[in-house]
């Protein structure tokens, strides 16, 4: 279900870091890309062995780079998820334990530290953090969880309004982040997408992907967690 720019960007990447591995030495810095999609399982990746979904360009990146086994996740929920990725603190330390709660963006974070060693820091797509992005060089961001068409995005401190599929506008963003770059600089671009989260709503190319694949329904798709805790 990803698009030809995600698989663009994806190839981008892998140009990127094959130059740094064959460059790299003590005193260099290498660019870093973290690219995030949301809320679903790891076997919705054909490497970690979806039957039904393919993707190509992520498998590459699996094939070419690492690809882990053995996972654990701090928090899982959207916003904790993050704040714990940013600062490196679990969710009780760093303040974010629930969807509900403002990040304080006052608290240290590695972009911050990135920043300070002379980084160009850019956060593009899903922040879900209540506060603006602090860290970064520059930020396009979607206001809170984000429609899936058509997305107001908060531009460095400034609302703008887009046209078009939200995974689409993402990567275009990201992509130009890239391509405009100060080339004698290294970078971190966090590349955070909203899909596939619920709601799902795919986009025009993909509206009948799977008209033709019976996708057949886990076991506990009805489940309603009686008789175990809640977060």
């Keep these: 279900m990803f698009t030809t720019r995600l698989g663009r960007l994806a190839a981008f990447c892998l140009f990127l870091a094959s130059c740094c591995a064959a460059n790299l030495s003590a005193a260099e810095r290498p660019n870093i890309v973290l690219i995030?999609?949301?809320?679903?399982?790891?076997?919705?990746?054909?490497?970690?062995?979806?039957?039904?979904?393919?993707?190509?360009?992520?498998?590459?990146?699996?094939?070419?780079?690492?690809?882990?086994?053995?996972?654990?996740?701090?928090?899982?929920?959207?916003?904790?998820?993050?704040?714990?990725?940013?600062?490196?603190?679990?969710?009780?330390?760093?303040?974010?334990?629930?969807?509900?709660?403002?990040?304080?963006?006052?608290?240290?974070?590695?972009?911050?530290?990135?920043?300070?060693?002379?980084?160009?820091?850019?956060?593009?797509?899903?922040?879900?953090?209540?506060?603006?992005?602090?860290?970064?060089?520059?930020?396009?961001?979607?206001?809170?969880?984000?429609?899936?068409?058509?997305?107001?995005?908060i531009r460095n401190g400034e609302r703008v309004k887009h046209i078009g599929y939200t995974t689409d506008i993402v990567t275009d963003i990201a992509l130009k982040f890239l391509k405009s770059r100060d080339a004698d600089k290294p970078f971190m671009l966090m590349f955070q997408h909203k899909a596939p989260h619920r709601n799902w709503q795919p986009g025009p190319k993909h509206l009948t992907l799977y008209d033709d694949v019976t996708i057949p329904e886990p076991d506990n798709l009805l489940d309603n967690y009686d008789g175990r805790g809640t977060p």
């Design 36 to 153: 995030f999609t949301d809320d679903h399982a790891s076997h919705a990746l054909s490497c970690y062995g979806s039957k039904i979904n393919k993707t190509p360009q992520l498998d590459r990146i699996a094939r070419e780079g690492m690809l882990f086994h053995n996972c654990f996740c701090t928090n899982s929920i959207c916003a904790p998820s993050r704040a714990v990725i940013l600062t490196g603190k679990h969710s009780h330390i760093n303040g974010v334990i629930d969807n509900r709660v403002r990040f304080n963006g006052k608290q240290q974070t590695f972009p911050k530290l990135l920043q300070k060693v002379g980084y160009q820091t850019a956060m593009i797509g899903k922040w879900h953090l209540k506060s603006l992005p602090t860290g970064f060089d520059q930020y396009e961001v979607l206001i809170g969880q984000g429609p899936y068409y058509n997305p107001p995005m």
